[in-house]
C-alpha cells in the first residue's frame, strides 16, 4: 500500500504494511514505527476510484489531495 499526499508545492508518500487503522480521539490512527497518519474525523466524505488508486474527497467532493494506491484497486 501507499499512501500519498499532494499540495501545490509538496508531495509525499508512504509504502509500506497498514496492519491496523485504529480509532481514538476524533481520529482514525495509522502507526508504523517509520509512518503516522492522524486523519480527522469529517476530514474525507468519500472516495474515488482512480486508476489503482482511491482519492480521498473532501467537503463539496473536492479532492483533498490524499491518494491510497494498491494493486487491490486495479
Excluded: C, Y
Excluded at 10 to 20: K, T
Excluded at 28 to 57: C, P, Y
Amino acid at each position: 500500500m501507499v499512501i500519498a499526499m499532494s499540495r501545490a508545492g509538496f508531495d509525499q508518500q508512504w509504502r509500506g504494511v497498514i496492519e491496523a487503522v485504529k480509532p481514538a480521539m476524533g481520529f482514525l490512527n495509522v502507526m508504523t514505527a517509520d509512518f503516522h497518519l492522524h486523519l480527522a474525523g469529517g476530514t474525507v466524505s468519500g472516495w474515488r476510484d482512480g486508476q489503482g488508486e482511491k482519492i480521498a474527497l473532501g467537503e463539496g467532493g473536492t479532492p483533498t489531495g490524499l491518494r491510497l494506491i494498491s494493486q487491490a484497486f486495479a
